[in-house]
C-alpha cells in the first residue's frame, strides 16, 4: 500500500506563488512515477506535472511549463510542486498521485495512477 497526504494549498491572488507538498507512505519509491493532477469544478482532472522518482526527470503540462517547479527529495520520501506567477486558471482541487505500474516509464493519463492522497484546495483570485 501507498498513503500520499497533500498540503499547502490555499487562497492567493493572480501573480502569487504556492508550494504543495505531497508526503509519501508505504513502499520503495524508486521506480515509480509520482504525478501532481487538478480538477476544477465541472472539468475532468488533468495532469499538471509528473517525475520519475529514480532520475528526477520532470514532466509538465504546456500551460505551466516555466511557471510551476515539480521536484522530489528521496530521503524524505516528498513531492513538491512549486507553484509561481499563478493565475485564476490554476485554480483546482489538485492531487498527489503515484504509478506504481509502469515500469518507470512516465504517463499522463489520470487512469495510469493508482494510489491517490485526498487532495489540496489551490484558489487564484484575480
Known amino acids: 500500500q501507498v498513503q500520499l497526504v497533500e498540503s499547502g494549498g490555499g487562497l492567493v491572488q493572480a501573480g502569487d506563488s504556492l508550494k504543495l507538498s505531497c508526503a509519501a507512505s508505504?513502499?520503495?519509491?524508486?521506480?515509480?512515477?509520482m504525478g501532481w493532477f487538478r480538477q476544477a469544478p465541472g472539468k475532468e482532472r488533468e495532469f499538471v506535472a509528473g517525475i520519475r522518482w529514480s532520475a528526477g526527470t520532470p514532466y509538465y503540462k504546456d500551460s505551466v511549463k516555466g511557471r510551476f517547479t515539480i521536484t522530489r527529495d528521496s530521503a524524505k520520501n516528498m513531492v513538491y510542486l512549486q507553484m509561481n506567477s499563478l493565475k485564476p486558471e490554476d485554480t483546482g482541487l489538485y492531487y498527489c498521485?503515484?504509478?506504481?505500474?509502469?515500469?518507470?516509464?512516465?504517463?499522463?493519463?489520470?487512469?495510469?495512477?493508482?494510489?491517490w492522497g485526498q487532495g489540496t484546495q489551490v484558489t487564484v483570485s484575480s
Open positions: 498521485a503515484a504509478d506504481t505500474t509502469g515500469g518507470g516509464a512516465f504517463r499522463s493519463t489520470p487512469s495510469r495512477y493508482d494510489y
Open positions: 508505504g513502499r520503495t519509491f524508486g521506480s515509480y512515477v
